[in-house]
């Protein structure tokens, strides 16, 4: 793509500009990476160009503990934002509602997110739906409007800007659309500018004027265009992208390189972090700890292992130890390099047929979601057979499996 370096209004540089926004959010915000500024700067932007772009990534601050900057970066984004619509505990048909209106589509900015989808919240199945439907420009919601026999379906568009605030974690279907900054406390040393409403949200709003007359005048560099992505940055990672590299492309300067360098660091942070489910941190812990090359493995077996280990959620998996039926539960959502759903099968033994799992079965699941296994030093002592932590009776049935004291195990592990 070919454009000028500085589109936009002709009193307004595109890139001095976002460093104007950037120094504003650095005033009050402490974020952990330097790719957050220019994510968020970034989104600030796009908002103000919704409809040019196919789909808008939801902004997500999360953080593990209370006063970690999560509420305050959301108000400054409020005041660089068209329409801030503040949202704590709202209904699903506020929401599609207040996007339907005709006065001018919400940025919605949801505090507290965690007060909906945390672990005390429900499903919120609804309010979910509609974050997820919003993220593409063709989203609509449907529902039936009218008294009695005489409803009638209606659409409602759900395309709209959202950035969220909260503690813990959030759905996979809505981090899979998100840009997310992992906020944290600030040190000592860390220093930020009180926040005075009545003072800087003046100075938020001049900047935020001055980035719609700016987007009004970019608008034709923006639209039908379509960035140059990082390499490895594909699928819906390239969703989520894609409005803020348009966005950096049309403000030239050091945007784009910043950008795609922003990209690519928070990308793999989420990658690494997230795994992106639950369902590939389990994958990947079967591979890399539980199978170890070994061909098979009772249900028993695999269960005593990830319960055993202390840095996994299995253990308390629900509030309880994850069990046979649970892990059938989240295999079966994965298929065999036939097709058919992962689940347990006989395995053979001379004392009886438990029931486990076939690597085999395994196979294709593990080179398709898990990351590359972690490479083994040359100088590490390799066994010359799988090593797993169970019962020696059943150890013993399996050939090729060297028994372990779970004793043993537990102390390499930590170690």
């Known amino acids: 793509m070919t454009t000028p370096d500085k589109p936009g209004a002709p009193d307004i540089d595109g890139a001095a500009l976002l460093d104007e926004i950037e120094k504003f959010h650095r005033r009050f915000n402490v974020f952990p990476l330097e790719a957050a500024y220019v994510a968020v700067v ?59 209106r005709t006065d001018g589509r919400p940025t919605i900015l949801f505090d507290e997110i965690d007060t909906v989808f945390g672990p005390k919240a429900g499903d919120n199945e609804e309010l979910r739906g509609f974050l997820n439907a919003g993220h593409r420009r063709s989203g609509v919601t449907y529902r039936c409007v009218g008294d009695g026999s005489n409803q009638t379906v209606q659409a409602f568009p759900s395309y709209c800007a959202v950035a969220m605030a909260g503690l813990g974690s959030l759905p996979d ?34 900047l935020r004027d001055r980035l719609a007359r700016w987007a009004d005048a970019a608008r034709p560099f923006v639209e039908d265009t379509w960035p140059t992505m990082p390499e490895g940055v594909t699928d819906r990672p390239a969703d989520v992208w894609e409005p803020l590299l348009a966005v950096a492309d049309a403000a030239g300067g050091a945007w784009p390189v910043r950008a795609r360098a922003a990209c690519l660091e928070l990308v793999t942070a989420a990658s690494e972090d997230d795994k992106a489910s639950l369902g590939i941190r389990l994958l990947t812990d079967l591979r890399d700890v539980v199978f170890c090359g070994a ?13 055993g280990m202390d840095d996994a959620p299995w253990g308390d998996y629900n ?57 083994k030093s040359a100088t590490s002592a390799t066994p010359a057979t ?30």
């Open 42 to 100: 970034l989104w600030d932007a796009h908002a103000h160009l919704l409809d040019c772009f196919d789909s808008t990534p939801r902004l997500a601050f999360l953080s593990p503990e209370p006063g970690s900057g999560k509420s305050r970066a959301l108000e400054i984004v409020e005041t660089l934002v068209p329409y801030p619509m503040v949202a704590v505990n709202a209904s699903a048909a506020a929401l599609f509602r207040a996007v339907s």
């Open 386 to 415: 799988p090593q797993v932590t169970h019962g020696a009776d059943v150890a013993d049935e399996l050939p090729g499996i060297r028994y372990i004291p779970a004793e043993a195990a537990t102390a390499a592990r930590t170690a």
């Open 319 to 375: 509030g309880k130890p994850l069990t046979s039926r649970g892990l059938s539960r989240m295999l079966s959502l994965y298929v065999t390099e036939a097709n058919k759903p992962i689940k347990p099968r006989p395995i053979r033994t001379a004392a009886g047929v438990p029931r486990g799992y076939y690597a085999e079965d395994l196979t294709d699941a593990w080179a398709r979601y898990c990351p590359p296994p972690p490479e």
């Open 295 to 307: 061909d098979r493995m009772p249900t028993a077996v695999i269960l005593e292992c990830l319960n």
């Open 173 to 206: 279907t809505i981090l899979t659309r998100s840009v997310i900054i992992r906020m944290r406390r600030r040190a000592r040393n860390e220093k930020v500018e009180p926040f005075r409403q009545r003072i800087h949200e003046k100075q938020g709003h001049a």
